[in-house]
């Protein structure tokens, strides 16, 4: 009888590991941390490193084309809601050309800064 209630533990032990939605996994937010007001900093024909002091430097650098960075940000505190933001920042003649993304252009984007 006593070997009957072990076998019996042991699978409720097995089941229950088995359930990973019961284990808690610690939100890890990933990549570069953009809010709108950041984006509101950017101006056309700022310089690489303007930006990259504004926001920082880019989690990925197209390998082709070496005037688009991509910003983008994912944080998944639980299965259901996951944020994910991203921006692509695109140079012309190592210039603040464009940005498009998730976010809004800025509505003084296209005035330039005084150099």
Do not use: H
């Given at each position: 009888?006593?070997?009957?209630?072990?076998?019996?533990l042991c699978g409720v032990?097995?089941?229950?590991?088995?359930?990973?939605?019961?284990?808690?996994?610690?939100?890890?937010?990933?990549?570069?941390?953009?809010?709108?007001?950041?984006?509101?900093?950017?101006?056309?024909?700022?310089?690489?490193?303007?930006?990259?002091?504004?926001?920082?430097?880019?989690?990925?650098?197209?390998?082709?084309?070496?005037?688009?960075?991509?910003?983008?940000?994912?944080?998944n505190p639980g299965r259901?809601?996951?944020?994910?933001?991203?921006?692509e920042v695109v140079f012309?003649?190592?210039?603040?050309?464009?940005?498009?993304?998730?976010?809004?252009?800025?509505?003084?984007?296209?005035?330039?800064?005084?150099?």
């Amino acid at each position: 009888m006593q070997w009957l209630k072990n076998i019996c533990l042991c699978g409720v032990l097995l089941l229950s590991a088995g359930c990973s939605s019961w284990l808690y996994k610690m939100p890890i937010p990933q990549g570069n941390f953009l809010e709108q007001k950041d984006i509101d900093k950017l101006r056309v024909e700022m310089t690489r490193e303007q930006v990259i002091f504004v926001l920082g430097q880019p989690i990925a650098k197209d390998a082709f084309n070496p005037n688009k960075w991509q910003y983008i940000y994912l944080y998944n505190p639980g299965r259901s809601s996951e944020q994910r933001k991203s921006i692509e920042v695109v140079f012309k003649d190592d210039k603040l050309a464009s940005i498009a993304g998730d976010f809004e252009q800025p509505k003084d984007f296209n005035i330039p800064l005084e150099q």
